[in-house]
């Protein structure tokens, strides 16, 4: 599998390369081909998916060499396919099916969550839990139900056979600071104490309130590195804050956030110990519901 963003985002790349090695500006290119400058913009900004019939008179129109004109129709196709998360629309959240997207490719995914549960190993009942805290903002944009469908289906996935290797670190705090119902806590962090232990393409590191970080940057928000089979596809870091993802594949920053990783995984308790600790903190929480009732 491929995915589609991450197709349209490098054949977005080629376009605008092509363009500007004939020193032909946008506007020049979309008067010789009687398309407005706006529908250039968009396909040479990776916005929305592309019609692979726009991208081959563009080709034409730039006169690509037939070799390279073949490769770039194929990467075009790519970019235009419809993956699952696409039946469900705007139910899903535009957030979560960019995610979804990015995972269907991926060969590997390792990521920091600073302050929630993975969405791929949440519970049904923390998800809905976690909605219920989000309509104190106001209004949803997602369909409550649907999203939480969506996420089971991210999660089988994530699972599936051949799926990607998922490395992940979760810190301390968002285990010991309690936004949801006791119970649903305990279930949820003994859920992913399961899948690990199911799942050997899977490993989970806690980093402990009292790590020794010393001479490490500390990153600011919860975010997510990838790689792809595929060379040609950049690595990708996607960085999580509270109204958007900023999505990097320039060299530079992804490294940055790579080696704050790197950084996070040395203050990180072993895998086995990480999972003992869920285990420990579910059976705290446990305890706490038993004799509150």
Do not use: C
């Not at 309509?135 to 139900?145: A, C, I, V």
């Amino acid at each position: 599998m491929v995915s589609p963003f991450v197709r349209r985002r490098r054949l977005a790349a080629e376009l605008r390369a092509l363009r500007e090695e004939r020193e032909m500006t946008a506007d020049e290119l979309a008067k010789r081909i009687h398309y407005s400058r706006m529908k250039v913009s968009r396909l040479e900004n990776a916005h929305g998916r592309p019609d692979v019939a726009d991208v081959i008179t563009i080709l034409d129109a730039l006169e690509v060499p037939e070799r390279q004109w073949t490769e770039i129709v194929r990467l075009a196709h790519d970019a235009s396919a419809k993956g699952w998360w696409d039946a469900y629309g705007n139910a899903m959240g535009a957030r979560h099916r960019l995610y979804a997207d990015i995972e269907s490719g991926a060969d590997t995914i390792h990521e920091y969550n600073l302050s929630a549960i993975p969405g791929i190993l949440q519970t049904p009942e923390l998800t809905l839990s976690l909605i219920e805290n989000s309509k104190r903002e106001g209004r949803l944009d997602y369909q409550p139900e649907k999203m939480a469908k969506a996420r089971l289906q991210r999660q089988e996935m994530i699972l599936r056979p051949g799926g990607p290797t998922y490395e992940f670190i979760l810190d301390e705090g968002l285990i010991r600071r309690r936004t949801v119902p006791r119970e649903v806590m305990a279930q949820q962090l003994l859920h992913i104490v399961k899948i690990i232990a199911d799942e050997p393409r899977f490993t989970l590191r806690v980093l402990p309130l009292h790590a020794d970080m010393e001479g490490a940057l500390l990153p600011k928000a919860t975010f997510a590195l990838y790689t792809f089979p595929d060379p040609a596809d950049p690595p990708m870091a996607v960085v999580d804050t509270i109204t958007t993802d900023l999505i990097h594949t320039e060299r530079r920053e992804v490294k940055r956030y790579t080696q704050r990783y790197e950084d996070l995984t040395r203050g990180a308790l072993a895998p086995d110990d990480s999972l003992a600790l869920l285990a420990e903190a579910a059976d705290e929480l446990t305890d706490k519901v038993v004799r509150r009732e």
